[in-house]
């Protein structure tokens, strides 16, 4: 049977709701960013310690992935989504109830764990739920709202946190608190929401998650997988270790600020995506880019400089690159992905993105303990302008040729549906 208990609403209002739920999780994610110097002053641990508590998300994250980001395909989108929410609810009161460095660290890693799940599980189940509704549209919309609630929310998070710093009491609880409601809120309202899948009346035998590519295309797989690790590297930066360069090269440790500039980035990357959706796939390969190429050596200027105002300039433009570079490479693994096997296949892309978020901040985070944060800096935005420029050109070499006018109509079709 596809579902037990018959949905209080349509496909089309489930669509959403799923949405806002991935944004609110995603969003919470990212809630601590501009806090944790906060709990460094608390402490007096060192920098490296952000890192290996950031790292412990990305960790969780790639984990999940790994031990459960596909088992929505035959236990049910629906269901998997309400434990991702739950999970993150509880990393909220570990925060709570154990904020000392190890219970940071448990916190960081049950909330990666529940992201890892939700991020395949839900990337999913919105191009399904679409599919129902407009069956004739193709799987760009769909992969353009997941990729703006996932990196919309992403953005989010460290402008709240920011917030809850800067004018509210009590800030390394108050947040925690907060989203502990609305994510148990969200959780049941996920309860009302159609189910996609057939679930099986004996489900198949348990494994992990198969780390291999689609069958027949190996190369355009990699190539996707190769754009979203470069590009998540670029968000890792903002996402762990923006607060200290803030700290150590601006002198600034305002909290708003710091949440203010990663939300600059993350909300490049998902306006990016909805804005620019209508325009050829080669068209937008092609400004991912000319915005890398331009946003990583600006945020090296304002580094240099220093000047506060270039480097976050710098880095939302090239949020907006690795906005529209990610977003290809999700659309290019739902491609050619096996409509059976879709959930083990995005789950694979993610996990080799978040990879990209963990591997290189910990690389970041220890050098910064042998030189500059300036150097360091450099170092880092020469290597990741050479990643994303080349895995955008690769793809936006092998990207289909659509007319202007086919996409034009396309668009339109769209907006009057």
Same mark, same amino acid.
């Given at each position: ?13 489930? !669509? ?28 007096? !641990? ?62 960081? !890693?049950?909330?990666?764990? *529940? ?70 809120? *969200? ?75 990663? !939300? ?154």
């Amino acid at each position: 049977m596809v579902r037990r208990h018959r949905p209080r609403i349509r496909h089309g209002a489930g !669509f959403w709701l799923v949405a806002a739920t991935f944004l609110i999780v995603m969003a919470y994610s990212t809630v601590p960013t501009p806090l944790y110097p906060l709990y460094q002053q608390r402490d007096g !641990f060192p920098t490296f310690v952000i890192t290996a508590i950031f790292a412990a998300y990305a960790v969780g994250v790639i984990v999940s992935l790994y031990f459960a980001g596909h088992i929505s395909d035959w236990l049910g989108r629906r269901r998997i989504l309400v434990v991702a929410v739950l999970i993150s609810a509880v990393s909220a009161l570990l925060f709570l109830m154990w904020a000392d460095v190890p219970g940071l660290i448990a916190a960081r !890693f049950i909330n990666g764990v *529940s992201i890892g799940i939700i991020t395949a599980t839900a990337t999913a189940h919105l191009g399904e739920l679409r599919s129902v509704v407009r069956p004739e549209e193709n799987s760009v919309i769909a992969a353009s709202v997941s990729g703006a609630a996932n990196l919309g929310g992403l953005s989010l998070g460290p402008l709240i946190g920011g917030l809850f710093a800067t004018f509210l009491a009590a800030p390394l609880e108050l947040p925690h608190l907060v989203f502990l409601v609305v994510l148990l809120a *969200s959780a049941v309202a996920l309860l009302l929401v159609p189910e996609t899948v057939k679930v099986p009346d004996q489900a198949p035998r348990y494994r992990p998650q198969r780390l291999s590519v689609p069958a027949g295309a190996r190369s355009p797989f990699l190539v996707a997988a190769f754009g979203a690790f470069s590009g998540f590297a670029v968000l890792g930066l903002f996402t762990s270790l923006a607060p200290t360069f803030l700290i150590s090269t601006f002198m600034t440790r305002d909290h708003l600020i710091a949440g203010a500039t990663s !939300f600059a980035v993350f909300a490049a990357a998902a306006a990016g995506q909805l804005l620019l959706s209508p325009l050829a796939v080669r068209t937008q390969f092609g400004l991912a880019i000319i915005a890398c190429s331009v946003g990583l050596p600006l945020v090296a200027v304002g580094a240099l400089l220093p000047q506060l105002a270039v480097f976050i300039a710098g880095g939302a433009v090239a949020g907006l690159g690795v906005g529209l570079l990610f977003k290809g490479a999700v659309s290019t693994a739902m491609s050619v992905a096996d409509p059976l096997r879709k959930g083990e296949t995005l789950a694979l892309i993610f996990l080799i993105a978040y990879a990209g978020l963990a591997i290189p901040a910990l690389l970041v985070g220890a050098a910064l303990s042998v030189a500059s944060a300036t150097v360091v800096l450099l170092v880092f935005l020469v290597i990741v302008l050479a990643a994303t420029t080349v895995a955008a050109g690769i793809m936006r070499q092998r990207a289909p040729r659509i007319r202007r006018t086919e996409t034009a109509r396309r668009a339109n079709s769209d907006q009057m549906s």
